[in-house]
C-alpha cells in the first residue's frame, strides 16, 4: 500500500471514529468513555497498519514521548482538566506525529474559544479539535 493510500485510509478512519464523540459533545456536552474509547481503539489500529506496513517505525524515540505526554495529561485530569478532555486528548496520541498532535491541539482549543467567545458562553471543544485534526492529515495529502 502507498503512502498515500495509507494517509488517506487513516483519514477516512479517524472521521469515523470520531463522529460519535464529535455528536455526542454537540448533543450533550459530555464525552463518554465509550466515544474515547472507539478513538483510541481506531487510532491503535491506524498505528500499528502503518507500523507493520513500514510506514511508521517505533526507532524514533517518538513512543517514548507519545507515553510521556499521556502520563502529563492523565496527572493534568486530576489538576482541573475534565476527565472527558484529558481521556480524549489521551484517545488523539495514536492518530499523530508528536509535532503535528501539538499543533492540530493549539488550533482546535483556539476554535473552541473562538466558538464559545460568539456563542457567549461555552462552547464543546471535541468538534473544534476534531476539524484541526482532520485538517492537519489532509495537510500532506493536497501537497502542504
Known amino acids: 500500500m502507498s503512502l498515500m493510500a495509507f494517509q488517506i485510509l487513516v483519514l477516512v478512519l479517524f472521521v469515523g471514529c470520531a463522529a460519535p464523540a464529535a455528536t455526542e ?6 464525552l463518554s ?3 474515547n474509547l472507539i478513538l483510541l ?5 491506524a498505528y500499528a497498519l502503518g507500523w507493520s506496513l513500514g510506514h511508521y517505525s517505533f526507532e524514533s524515540g517518538d513512543l517514548y514521548l507519545k507515553i510521556g505526554i499521556a502520563i502529563i495529561i492523565l496527572a493534568s485530569a486530576f489538576f ?3 476527565g472527558g478532555i484529558a481521556k480524549m486528548l489521551i484517545a488523539l496520541l495514536p492518530w499523530l506525529s508528536v509535532p503535528v498532535y501539538f499543533t492540530a491541539l493549539m488550533i482546535g482549543f483556539f476554535l473552541a474559544a473562538a ?4 456563542k457567549g458562553g461555552n462552547a464543546p471543544a471535541m468538534p473544534a479539535i476534531a476539524l484541526s485534526v482532520v485538517g492537519a492529515m489532509a495537510l500532506p495529502l493536497i501537497g502542504g
Open 41 to 45: 481503539a481506531g487510532g491503535l489500529g
Open 80 to 82: 482541573g482538566v475534565p
Open 25 to 30: 459533545n454537540l448533543r450533550d456536552g459530555s
Open 33 to 35: 468513555n465509550r466515544n
Open 115 to 118: 466558538f464559545a467567545k460568539l
